[in-house]
């Protein structure tokens, strides 16, 4: 995770779901789509993080990372999804790839 992301507050985060619920008033689900990008790490740094006991998902904030594998998903609101598209750093690409 970004250390800008970290720092969203509350009131923040409210007042981006108000304004989005305020631009899509009268838009069809089937025309709302939301796109996400994922990246897959190859070397994800140090194995043990502090955290606190009993923390179920835990995350590492940091400003730098290496080389990725991108993994993009879209959606509608209506339910509808597009194919996943996954993105290789590399000349070529190898047959078994696809």
Not at 40 to 69: E, Q
Not at 81 to 97: D, G, H, M, N, R
Request: include cysteine; hydrophobic fraction near 30%; proline fraction near 5%.
């Amino acid at each position: 995770m970004k250390r800008a992301r970290a720092t969203v507050t509350p009131d923040e985060m409210e007042q981006y779901f108000d304004n989005l619920a305020e631009t899509t008033d009268g838009v069809p689900p089937q025309n709302i789509f939301n796109y996400d990008e994922s990246n897959l790490s190859d070397d994800p740094g140090r194995k043990k993080v502090t955290a606190k006991r009993g923390s179920k998902y835990v995350d590492r904030i940091m400003n730098t990372s290496k080389s990725a594998h991108s993994v993009m998903m879209c959606g509608s609101a209506h339910g509808n999804l597009l194919p996943v598209y996954t993105v290789y750093k590399s000349a070529e690409l190898w047959e078994t790839f696809l």
